[in-house]
């Protein structure tokens, strides 16, 4: 259920081709909105930096090289604290929702986004949505936060307000926020959280409420589109890691043994290419977007044999999406999908592990010994790493000030380096994918790092191609081809 109709896209064309796509603010429904000074002037921590506040025209880069074919500029509003704010620190009611499945760095998050509006913003209502997600607003599991209760929560993994997948009922939801008297809303979830926390802005609009909606995306796969990078993606390759060196153990320690270690990858492979990149023990990565073929010369198990005859062990690397296309014969459920909206996947690491066994037992040319790792709940369950939980604070300080300058209907995150806020149309419905043909020198490395072939047909090679020009296209990244 939800409201009728899309929130029309703000973009600002300016001279040289130059686009600003700028996000929402209260003011475009509510112009007669007072304002107030930021209470971050009279804070001692604060008050001691220059230029501490940014200015009301700062924008933020998407892309430093353009392309020929590009539009010249693509712009973001830069993010930060504002010298003049459209709530008071007295009025802000603020609640703070985690969709979706878990991911490192949920929980440093939520602490920070509490402990920023205490600590900043001298804000004292902040309402924990607990239990089920999106369907908490109107099942009544609420909690309050205060930074007390959050005091040590970035230690821990998982989200202490729970998650679910599902419960979008909008009319529900905005009903509750209304009735609770909530006028800041922070959303962390994945693509479908996104697109719930969309819709939930334009049913508020329609509305004409005075509730700002900001969100921090959670994509352990590192497939959001825009941004630099997605919070809890190191950790997830540093764990990831683990498990290959684990893997890799186990095939060196026994003759012809073979490691198979299935990571996280829906419709990207970034944690099995960073994870490979970074651990130089894989001999094979395989990712959704880059084609390969069990049986033919020079296709993955003739790959296979030739790598155990030269090495006497091998460890390969499978994202969770990779060869589907393969497996789809095999999986009753192909059209199913799970409460967020994602197909479900046959489990292509068992698969790839029996059809590998299935191939040595039939050509009896060697004995192998394989062993079949997969670490997914292991790398979403444990606590983030330093890197991701001072990302995570980053995220949190953003969100908020955002939302107290009266931006609402946004997304945070860095954008070449840059924290910017970005509409929600801009990051949903795109995934942000391992590009395997020459625009892109990523893949490259790998392929030299692991000196496995390509396993890309001329036909794969033009595919991948169109695929990743029309990904660009539906970015912004570039212009339609004629």
Known sequence: MGSEGKTTPKIVRGEGGYVLVDVPHLIDD??????YPNPLQDNPAYSVVKQYFVDVNDTVAQKIVVHKSSPRGMLFRRAGPHQRVYFESDEVHACIVTCGGLCPGLNTAIGEIVCGLYGMYVVCKVLGIEVSGYRGFYSSNTTNLTQKSVNDIHKRGGTILCTSRGGHDTLKIVDSIEDRGINQVYIIGGDG??????????????????????????????????????????????????AISAAHVEAESIENGIGVVKLMGRYSGFIATYATLASRDVDCCLIPGSPFRLEGKGELLEFIEKRLKENGHMVIVVAEGAGQDLTVESMRSVDHQDASGNKLLLDVGLWLSQKIKDHFTRNKKMHINLKYIDPTYMIRAIPRNASDNIYCTLLAHSAIHGAMAGYTGFT???????????????????????????TDRMW????????????LSSKDVQDAKKGATDAAVGRGEREAPK
């Open 30 to 35: 509510l112009p007669d909105l007072p304002t």
């Open 193 to 242: 959280t996104q697109k719930g926390a969309s819709v939930i802005f334009e049913e508020i609009q329609r509305r004409g409420l005075k509730v700002a909606v900001a969100s921090i995306p959670k994509m352990i796969d590192n497939d959001i589109v825009v941004i630099d990078q997605s919070f809890g993606f190191d950790t997830a390759v540093e764990e990831a890691q683990r």
């Open 412 to 438: 945070v995150g860095p954008v070449n380096g840059r924290h910017a806020y970005i509409p929600f149309h801009r990051i949903t419905g795109v995934q942000n994918k391992v590009v395997v043909t020459e």
């Open 444 to 455: 490259a490395r790998l392929l030299s790092s692991t000196n496995q072939p390509s396993f």
